[in-house]
């Protein structure tokens, strides 16, 4: 069984039972056999799309919510355990908290930059915005309407699509968190 097949099994069967219906209920307000649905729940069918069709239509949900893995209510990330890329000379790092997932409208990074070093835009495209916390230290940010200096506690919103990049001018390590999206 594919992980198509196995995300539309898990979703039928967490569905219909989440609703309270049968087997011969779901085949009522479906129109798909009582046998053909079990044999999908069970992950022993491969569903037509027509088949698809009628199950969503059916008990009105969407194609998403049949198709895809279901997202977790709560999701605790261990920013330890993720992977860290670096730059080849050690300026800085980057690490995906949340990546790209077509079902958000945003990607969260975390960044750290050594003292007196920089970086330029990595994100650039990806969202019409940045938005950027400063964890730790100063961030230098520069950009084709100026340079400004934004401290800890503090954020700022930028246009993602403008040229800019991040510098750290202190003596510690700058930690920022970016968040790119809509």
Do not use: W
Request: overall charge negative.
């Amino acid at each position: 069984m594919n992980q198509l097949d196995k995300n539309i099994a898990m979703n039928l069967k967490r569905i219909r039972k989440s609703k309270n219906m049968s087997l011969d209920v779901l085949s009522e307000k479906t129109g798909v056999s009582k046998s053909m649905l079990g044999q999908i729940e069970r992950g022993e069918s491969n569903p037509t799309v027509a088949t698809i069709a009628k199950i969503v239509d059916g008990i009105r949900i969407s194609f998403e919510e049949l198709l895809y893995p279901r997202q977790e209510s709560v999701l605790i990330i261990d920013n330890d355990k993720l992977p860290l890329l670096r730059s080849e000379e050690g300026a800085y790092q980057v690490r995906s908290i949340f990546p790209y997932d077509r079902r958000r409208n945003f990607e969260m990074y975390e960044m750290r930059i050594e003292p007196g070093e920089g970086c330029g835009c990595f994100l650039k495209g990806e969202g019409d915005c940045e938005y950027i916390i400063v964890v730790q230290g100063v961030l230098t940010l520069e950009t084709a309407a100026g340079t400004y200096e934004v401290s800890a506690n503090h954020a700022v919103r930028l246009d993602a699509a403008e040229d800019h990049s991040y510098h750290n001018s202190g003596n510690s390590q700058l930690v920022l968190n970016v968040l790119a999206g809509g």
